[in-house]
């Protein structure tokens, strides 16, 4: 994100332009940047929630076959968003067309608003935990005061610096809050038999179809990926954005997940929010700080995804603005969204536009492994492509269909949907090339 505001000294907007090469960061400056991603309350409780349902051992196997799925594809994605430049905007119109792309966007940026407003929440929730005179509106607002500035201007210099600073306090309080644990309430081994007492022998399919519904990551690994340096290209394609950092983001934060609720007494439903009240319980002030590292690290992600991508979605129907502009109407928005109660109603949304995202990456994936990628021809798209538009919605329509089935169908909705998107962009641009040639 550094680069971000020396793009902007250039002239270059990245939300419109590819980054040029003055713009492109350091293999530690983007590393440390994007490893903001891997803290987030989120991840420890999506673990121990897959363990509740399915069983620990099922939600660990399911956790090592998205480590290795997401290294895969994101080692692919990563390599040409660093050889292009582009961001998942500009490739969309590749892909879709010009006014085509557009959903793409819309789905990136509402998402990223989500996350900002879940994750937001949670230091808000720990604030008025902690300090109960200090009421939620105020602690969310306070939240959001700070958030937005941290993606703006010369900030971005020192950003990835700060996500450096707290990504060994992220991993030290992630560890101590693991040994407090320990310390006062004993060493649990029962915790691998945590879930149901006859978990399903296929719950591991489920767990690791569960973790599909967070392929948004692939677009975040795209939008910053292209600020890499082509020389450095093999090394963020097997290190920085491939299976090390999900070992962290998913094995990692779940097993923690998994043991500290299983070792924890709490109250009430599991939920975020609980081990929030469980990580304070056993580490009090400290334990704010934990939050607030977390936090802070993923929310700078969020917060510069949502307005990067509400930049993008909005040009294109001729509303421009600047990025300051449009980073405090996504601040304005996340706070509003922060005092609603919207949860419920965004889970949903979360799962359709989930299905929306793998057919967008297996159509990206058969673009760049079999498509021309040229970057040179953003300047000849169409309003639409047919060929992109056809995958992307049909993929999605089967998907969408297995889900609303129920039963042992809708557990394939993802994974199909990203095989018949890859399967159909590829087979129609084979047979429009062929088209194409003939008519030559």
């Avoid at 998205?66 to 905007?89: D, E, K, Q």
């Avoid at 995804?305 to 996340?334: D, E, K, P």
Wanted: proline share 3%; net charge neutral; hydrophobic share 55%.
């Amino acid at each position: 994100m550094a680069a971000l505001s020396q793009s902007n000294q250039t002239g270059q907007d990245p939300a419109h332009h590819p980054v040029p090469a003055e713009a492109r960061m350091g293999r530690l400056s983007l590393t440390m940047a994007w490893w903001a991603v891997c803290s987030a309350m989120f991840y420890i409780v999506v673990g121990a929630s897959l363990a509740l349902s399915f069983g620990a051992r099922n939600a660990l196997i399911g956790m090592v076959l998205s480590v290795i799925c997401y290294g895969l594809v994101n080692s692919v994605l990563s390599r040409f968003a660093i050889r292009s430049g582009l961001s998942v905007a500009l490739f969309s119109r590749l892909l879709f067309g010009s006014t085509g792309a557009c959903l793409a966007t819309l789905i990136f940026f509402s998402t990223a608003i989500y996350y900002a407003v879940f994750e937001g929440s949670v230091i808000a929730v720990a604030l008025n935990h902690l300090y109960p005179e200090l009421i939620y509106p105020l602690a969310a607002l306070a939240v959001v005061l700070y958030s937005v500035p941290m993606i703006l201007g010369s900030v971005q210099h020192w950003l990835d610096k700060l996500n450096g600073v707290l990504l060994p306090v992220y991993l030290g309080g992630l560890l101590v809050a693991v040994g407090l644990s320990i310390s006062r309430y004993g060493y649990q081994p029962q915790w691998l038999d945590f879930g149901p007492a006859t978990p399903d022998a296929f719950g591991w399919w489920d767990c690791f179809v569960a973790y599909m519904g967070v392929w948004v990551l692939m677009l975040f690994t795209f939008d910053y990926a292209r600020f890499g340096k082509p020389e450095d290209a093999r090394y963020h394609g097997r290190w920085n954005f491939g299976m090390p950092f999900y070992s962290v983001t998913f094995l990692l934060n779940g097993a923690a997940g998994i043991y500290l609720v299983s070792s924890i007494p709490h109250e009430g439903a599991l939920n975020e929010v609980s081990v929030v009240m469980a990580i304070l319980q056993l580490m009090g002030l400290w334990g704010l700080l934990f939050v607030w590292a977390t936090q802070t690290r993923i929310n700078t992600a969020n917060y510069y995804l949502a307005t990067l991508n509400m930049q993008a979605f909005f040009g294109r129907f001729g509303l421009r603005g600047s990025y300051l502009m449009w980073a405090v109407a996504v601040g304005v928005i996340v706070y509003g969204l922060m005092l609603a109660d919207v949860f419920a109603y965004l889970l949903k949304a979360l799962a359709y536009q989930g299905i929306f995202v793998v057919a967008w990456v297996g159509v990206a994936l058969a673009q760049i492994i079999y498509g021309r990628s040229d970057v040179a021809a953003l300047d000849r798209v169409g309003e639409f492509n047919p060929v992109g538009l056809t995958a992307w919605f049909g993929a999605t329509a089967l998907g969408l269909a297995l889900m609303f089935s129920g039963g042992g169908f809708s557990s394939f909705s993802a994974p199909a949907t990203v095989i018949v998107a890859f399967t159909l962009h590829a087979g129609l641009s084979h047979r429009s090339r062929l088209r194409l040639a003939l008519a030559e």
